[in-house]
T-cell receptor
């Protein structure tokens, strides 16, 4: 079965640079979520989108923004990168609009961001 | 608001022994509860979930969990541990309100002794 696709898988940036992470949800899923997992930490929810509208907001820094496009893929834009932004960034997708599997989040493999 | 507490950041069991990973939650509304497993340098894989209905839920790889509302618990068990079960396990809760983010526990690192 098709899974969540994230790109790139690894990214190295310098401080104060920008980064864009991409997420392609499972086909027919209408909701995308972004999480940040620091080394040895639990995943922290950043933001979610349902049908291209922002749905829920967690601990996303103001330097970060995200959007969901008409084909349901999503991008997380990170500006003025700091050393503390080094982490694993996960995207998850779900089908919010009905069905037995609704609201079950399926995670992608993650993008590992290293800020130097 | 909701929260998750996982008792024991590290749990060590012998191969073939019972696995018990504890999870307690706090939620102001009926919760949706999940267990995910994470292998080193990999993503999160769904083990099982409770949304509504039967309180004993079975998942993949022989794991199961029981939702106990009176105890606000959702402990994960497996009758017989296998070496391949060694991983990080996360309990998570959501409000089930639609597109809401998950709140995760701090995780439990499961170690399997040969």
């Amino acid at each position: 079965a098709a899974g969540v696709i994230q790109s790139p898988r690894h990214l190295i940036k310098e401080k104060r640079e920008t980064a864009t992470l991409k997420c392609y949800p499972i086909p027919r899923h209408d909701t995308v979520y972004w999480y940040q997992q620091g080394p040895g930490q639990d995943p922290q929810f950043l933001i979610s989108f349902y049908e291209k509208m922002q749905s829920d907001k967690g601990s996303i820094p103001d330097r970060f923004s995200a959007q969901q496009f008409s084909d349901y893929h999503s991008e997380l834009n990170m500006s003025s990168l700091e050393l503390g932004d080094s982490a694993l960034y996960f995207c998850a997708s779900s089908l919010t609009s009905g069905g037995a599997d609704q609201e079950t989040q399926y995670f992608g493999p993650g993008t590992r961001l290293l800020v130097l | 608001a909701q929260s998750v507490t996982q008792l024991g950041s590290h749990v060590s069991v012998s191969e073939g022994a019972l696995v018990l990973l504890r999870c307690n939650y706090s939620s102001s509304v009926p919760p949706y509860l999940f267990w995910y497993v994470q292998y080193p340098n990999q993503g999160l894989q769904l083990l099982l979930k409770y949304t509504t209905g039967a309180t004993l839920v079975k998942g993949i790889n022989g794991f199961e969990a029981e939702f106990k509302k009176s105890e606000t618990s959702f402990h994960l068990t497996k009758p017989s541990a296998h070496m391949s079960d060694a991983a990080e396990y996360f309990c998570a809760v959501s409000t089930g309100g639609g597109a809401d983010g998950l709140t995760f526990g701090k995780g439990t690192h499961l170690i399997i002794q040969p």
